[in-house]
């Protein structure tokens, strides 16, 4: 996938946006980055799409811009004029399509059948929107289609919501969501910019799903170890599991180290939804990250520690 796409993955939901007056732009975009999310969906269904889209690079230029609802070449032009990083259009459009690819563009025409699909990748696309995904199906029916199709990517919007975006997010097949509810129209046209924050926010917390994993301890030998795991398992009757390298307590909620590992007293297993994801939102708030702790499998992240450790604890995020 291109650096956009990447983008877009590591983001996970674009907000869907309908602006109403330029006014609007610079502060719920602010909004957005506060909770979390630096992208937007413009949608050209209003007249000060052009504008805001111009506004918003120049003011807020962390922002990760596209353009909704392009319909026409004169939309498209004024899209990438504008400085879109990315180009939706709700339906396929073969002509559309073409021209704006034409044009450089990151183009993800709306698709809502397998034939619409096969249209699209015929034109060398791998990244399209599902539209409107709820009534098309939802993640079940692309699920049920993807089979085929092992290298194309979807971006559902339409009905997707804080109650089913994990449902589609969970599907590797989905680079992104995009969505509403954080900004709904009637909070955008009030001027609550501190509570579309706090949605936002919500919004990100959810799609990450952060759960405390294990705590791991570390100590200076096999016997160590042992004598640690049987004392925590019979202070609150949890069994005690040898492993190799390591002793577990209850459910593997404690990890008791046979020598010391990463961390001056250990380290905090953090489980997360989306491994990929978390690194890219972690990362955008200044944590860093040693990569070359990463462990994959079958292509996917599934482990990495960050670069610092807090208290005394190295923290290693892990994916559920």
């Known amino acids: 996938m291109s650096s956009v796409y990447d983008r877009i993955y590591g983001i996970g939901i674009v907000p869907v946006i309908a602006f109403n007056s330029v006014d609007e732009a610079v502060p719920l975009c602010k909004a957005l980055v506060a909770g ?84 699209a990748m015929s034109l060398g696309l791998d990244v399209v929107k599902f539209f409107p995904a709820e009534q098309n199906g939802g993640v079940a029916k ?16 339409g009905g997707v919501n804080e109650k089913n975006i994990n449902d589609y997010l969970s599907f590797d097949k989905i680079i992104a969501c995009g969505g509403t509810w954080m900004c709904k129209s009637d909070m955008i046209k009030a001027g ?43 202070l609150f009757t949890m069994p005690v599991a040898q492993g190799n390298s390591s002793n577990f307590v209850g459910a593997k909620e404690f990890e008791i ?20 994801r978390a690194i890219a939102h972690l990362e955008l708030q200044g944590v860093r990250f040693d990569h070359s702790s990463l462990v994959e499998k079958n292509g996917k992240k599934i482990a990495i520690y960050l670069a610092d450790e807090v208290a005394g604890f190295a923290i290693h995020l892990v994916q559920k």
């Open 36 to 119: 979390g999310l630096p992208a937007a969906e413009v949608t050209f269904r209003t007249a000060c799409a052009e504008d805001c889209i111009r506004t918003i690079k120049k003011e807020v230029p962390e922002m990760l811009l596209g353009a909704g609802t392009v319909l026409t070449k004169d939309q498209v032009d004024r899209a990438l004029d504008a400085g879109v990083e990315f180009i939706v259009s709700p339906g396929f459009n073969p002509e559309i399509t073409k021209y704006a690819l034409s044009k450089g563009a990151c183009m993800m025409p709306g698709t809502a059948t397998p034939g619409e699909m096969e249209q």
């Open 192 to 234: 609550q910019w501190d509570a579309i924050t706090a949605a936002t926010k919500g919004a990100v917390t959810t799609m990450l799903g952060f759960q405390l994993g294990h705590v791991g301890i570390n100590c200076e030998n096999a016997d160590e170890a042992l004598k640690t795991a049987n004392l925590i398992g019979n």
């Open 257 to 276: 180290m046979k020598q010391p590992g990463r961390g001056k007293y250990g380290h905090l297993a953090i489980r997360t939804n989306s491994l990929g």
């Open 142 to 157: 692309l699920k049920a289609v993807a089979g085929p199709y092992t290298r194309l990517r979807w971006m559902p919007t």
